[in-house]
């Protein structure tokens, strides 16, 4: 399985000839997905997902499922989404996908709380979107969230040493400076280290193979 860093939150996995989209939000640029048998989005914000990149997906793939929280269903006007929840199991081409969580972190006691699942593939690979949600079973990588108005570095660090992978990648980085990124990827380096692990540090477009 291949998992491909794109810009901010989201993700392409790619396995036997098909791909898996997770969290093509605005921050990303154009997403291509030859093979695309599944779209998984985390949580309702633009951030990751966007009505642009759906249609374009949905043109080129017109049955693809949408697999979200109810949150993003509502929100998602105009797309046929299927409503997951923790806890559920899915199947797409050689994908298994697994759900954890529920609710985003809280950014603000001021702000609503909305849902968001952490998914699972292969019972190799985790991202937790907008939380730290973590799973049941050892993770091999991890998809490490850098930076947003909801963590904090040391709630972080906290995450990926309860995760304990075998290797880490940070996301949800595009609030980030040049500075403030090399920061994140060092601490995160840090964390994943006391367990044995390691972080690499990818750029949109760089691939890891598991």
């Known amino acids: 399985m291949r998992v491909t860093k794109r810009e901010h939150a989201c993700m392409i996995l790619g396995d036997e000839g098909q791909t898996l989209v997770i969290d093509p939000g605005n921050q990303t640029g154009p997403v291509s997905a030859p093979g695309l048998v ?3 989005i985390t949580h309702e914000h633009a951030d990751h997902w966007d009505a642009e990149h759906l249609a374009t997906l949905r043109a080129a793939n017109p049955n693809v499922p949408i697999y979200g929280p109810a949150g ?3 929100a998602a006007e105009g797309f046929d989404v299927t409503v997951v929840e923790a806890g559920e199991r899915v199947t797409a081409g050689p994908f298994r996908l697994r759900f954890f969580g529920g609710t985003h972190a809280e950014i603000h006691r001021s702000i ?3 849902d968001n699942l952490g998914v699972l593939v292969n019972e190799r690979f985790y991202y937790p ?6 799973p049941d079973v050892p993770v091999e990588l991890l998809a490490t969230p850098a930076g947003a108005p909801w963590l904090k570095i040391g709630e972080v660090m906290d995450f990926v040493a309860e995760v304990a992978p075998r290797a880490t990648f940070a996301v949800h980085d595009a609030p980030l400076s040049e500075m403030g990124l090399g920061m994140a990827h060092a601490r995160i380096e840090g964390a994943v280290a006391e367990g044995g692990g390691e972080h690499h540090r990818l750029a949109p477009g760089d691939a890891i193979e598991l």
């Open 38 to 40: 599944a779209i998984v």
């Open 72 to 74: 993003v269903a509502a």
């Open 129 to 134: 979107g907008d939380s730290y949600a973590t």
């Open 112 to 114: 609503p709380l909305v």
